[in-house]
């Protein structure tokens, strides 16, 4: 049982790659999340996936895209990467919305 | 909109010491809280989760409590040790699916 797992664990861009951040878990969770985590900031919600099917923005969507491929994956893309999205991307899952969120190790991404 | 603040940002106490952490929230409007742990370079881990129903939760060493109507929740560690070391973070959920994330109380538990 991983648990969530997620690819690669560290990745640099230079300004206007595009990349995807994959995650999945093996939990039979209904509920994904993306994060990410900067210095002095706090984790900041990009996405999230309610249940297979569906996705919502979160409160820093800009730049990203996402897609839930099934219940077990969800994935991460910057289309154009910039600068200012480096940082350390996390991402979670929960059974429901009211549950425990479970993190995967995280993906360190440096934008040159 | 919901705030959360965490203080101290780092904390350093000697081993065997009982411990608080603090989490204040601005909007009482809450459906739960999670406190988390973070190791360096690593993800988190859950360690308890409050419902808004519920006044505490205690797992092992740890016991935490909710105080909706003051916008407070506090981390009790009982008998601390180096392995305690860490940071902690509490994160509140309002009404949407959103985690609100505080920075954090950097812990080192001193030998």
């Known amino acids: 049982n991983a648990g969530v797992t997620q690819t690669p664990k560290f990745q640099v861009l230079k300004t206007g790659q595009s990349m995807t951040l994959q995650c999945a878990q093996d939990m039979n969770h209904n509920s994904m999340y993306w994060y990410r985590q900067d210095p002095g900031m706090g984790l900041r919600l990009i996405y999230y996936?309610?249940?297979?099917?569906?996705?919502d923005k979160g409160e820093v969507p800009n730049g990203y895209n996402v897609s839930r491929l099934n219940k077990r994956e969800f994935s991460l893309r910057l289309e154009s990467a910039a600068p200012s999205q480096t940082s350390v991307y996390f991402c979670a899952s929960s059974v429901g919305f009211q549950e425990t969120q479970y993190f995967g190790p995280g993906t360190r991404l440096l934008v040159l | 909109k919901q705030e959360v603040t965490q203080i101290p940002a780092a904390l350093s106490v000697p081993e065997g010491e009982n411990l608080v952490l603090n989490c204040s929230f601005t909007?009482?409007?809450?459906?739960?809280l999670q406190w988390f742990r973070q190791d360096p370079g690593k993800g988190l881990t859950s360690l308890l989760l409050i419902q808004s129903s519920q006044r505490e939760q205690t797992s092992g060493r740890l016991n935490a409590s909710l105080d909706k109507s003051s916008g407070r929740s506090t981390l009790y560690i009982a008998a601390s040790q180096p392995g305690d070391s860490a940071t902690y973070l509490c994160a509140v959920k309002g009404g949407t699916y959103k985690y609100i994330f505080g920075t954090g109380t950097r812990l080192k538990v001193l030998a």
């Open positions: 909007d009482s409007a809450i459906y739960n």
């Open positions: 996936s309610a249940s297979e099917g569906t996705t």
